[in-house]
């Protein structure tokens, strides 16, 4: 049996160590077994050992991602490894409407006051909700719909060709709220996006060049919580 690998020319790697994973449909757990390897039979595991926290750090800078430390800024809501969530106060921005129905071509190009919003990107993947209050949430405020084309019902955008960088760090917020909003606002994927009587057009419409703050009554409340926004489902 073989139990090494050889990429290129200069590496060779001996099976040395196996993770295995027990779990039923809510709950997992990882052991940690060196490998015992025989002259004339196949590998043995070892009896399980704790996972440390040196090898944890060890495994995910081998995946491609980063354990070092990240100096964070006030408007961070939370981070993991590949996961970063935070907000912005309320703002006025320049938005780009893109509509092969020629839908909302009067509202391209022009500048919109905007509701504060929550932001989490979580393996690459950009999420967005919107906040009723212009501060930042705890743990418990529940958010709103985030009133934009490309974005899912559970607030993921639809990226298509919009810039985005390859990280979940501090750093890359401004990159990732840049691509969002110099993307082009293509369509609608969920049916209701606003609570404005003229809908979703009606609401840019009456907010085109204005420098009031965004109505915050127009939007559609929901019942999840920013805890769970950023764990995104998981337990």
């Avoid at 200069?10 to 039923?24: I, M, Q």
């Avoid at 917020?173 to 082009?184: M, T, V």
Wanted: hydrophobic share 35%; glycine share 8%; charged share 25%.
């Amino acid at each position: 049996m073989q139990v090494h690998i050889s990429i290129g020319e200069n590496h060779r790697f001996e099976l040395r160590e196996a993770l295995l994973v027990y779990g039923d449909r809510q709950h997992s757990f990882v052991t940690r077994h060196q490998v015992k390897l025989h002259k004339a039979g196949p590998p043995t595991l070892e009896p399980a050992q704790p996972l440390s926290l040196g090898f944890l750090e060890s495994l995910v800078r081998s995946l491609g991602g980063t354990s070092s430390d990240d100096v964070l800024p006030e408007n961070v809501l939370a981070k993991g490894d590949r996961m970063i969530a935070w907000w912005t106060t309320a703002c006025r921005r320049q938005m780009f409407y893109e509509n092969s129905e020629q839908k909302a071509t009067g509202l391209n190009g022009r500048t919109f006051p905007q509701p504060a919003l929550v932001w989490c990107v979580d393996n690459g993947d950009l999420k967005i909700r919107a906040l009723a209050e212009n501060r930042r949430p705890a743990a418990t405020t529940t958010l709103a719909v985030a009133p934009f084309w490309n974005l899912s019902d559970d607030g993921r955008v639809c990226t298509g060709t919009m810039r985005r960088p390859n990280s979940a760090r501090a750093a890359s917020i401004p990159e990732w709220e840049r691509g969002f909003y110099e993307s082009a606002f293509t369509h609608a994927n969920v049916g209701r996006l606003t609570r404005h009587t003229g809908g979703f057009e009606g609401l840019w419409s009456d907010l085109t060049g204005k420098r009031t703050p965004f109505p915050v009554k127009t939007l559609i409340q929901l019942p999840q919580t920013l805890a769970e926004f950023v764990r995104g489902g998981r337990d």
